[in-house]
């Protein structure tokens, strides 16, 4: 079992890791860990080819003893992502016609190999 302090650093590593790939491939990264009263979305993003703002959540693993990252986003989590994200749009301005998407950035990372193999789900 994990204790709480350490799924906060695994958490943290896999956020600093998502960012890095997220930039990586010509995202531009608009705010981490935003909090609304409704959620929070660990990383939104500026998708240059699509034009959409992108809300990203990130599940880090480090054994599959509770399953894979991507796994861990139900449809409760899927809600409060949505009551946030829509909070930052009224908040930051954006008007009614600006596209945006949600995204699973599912982090596994293997201490033994120091390997990290990090996929994107897109548009879930």
Not at 27 to 47: A, C, F
Not at 50 to 71: C, L
Request: proline share 1%; with cysteine; aromatic share 16%.
């Amino acid at each position: 079992m994990y204790n709480s302090g350490y799924k906060k650093e695994l958490g943290n590593l896999g956020e600093k890791m998502a960012e890095k790939f997220l930039q990586k491939n010509q995202y531009r990264i608009l705010e981490h860990n935003y909090r609304g009263r409704h959620g929070e979305i660990d990383i939104i993003v500026w998708d240059k080819k699509t034009q959409e703002i992108v809300f990203v959540e990130v599940k880090t693993r480090s054994s599959k003893f509770y399953g894979r990252p991507e796994q861990a986003v139900n449809f409760r989590k899927k809600t409060c992502l949505e009551n946030a994200a829509e909070k930052y749009l009224k908040f930051k301005g954006f008007g009614w016609q600006q596209n945006y998407r949600f995204d699973i950035l599912a982090v596994e990372l293997d201490f033994n190999t120091r390997q990290a193999k990090i996929k994107q789900f897109k548009y879930v």
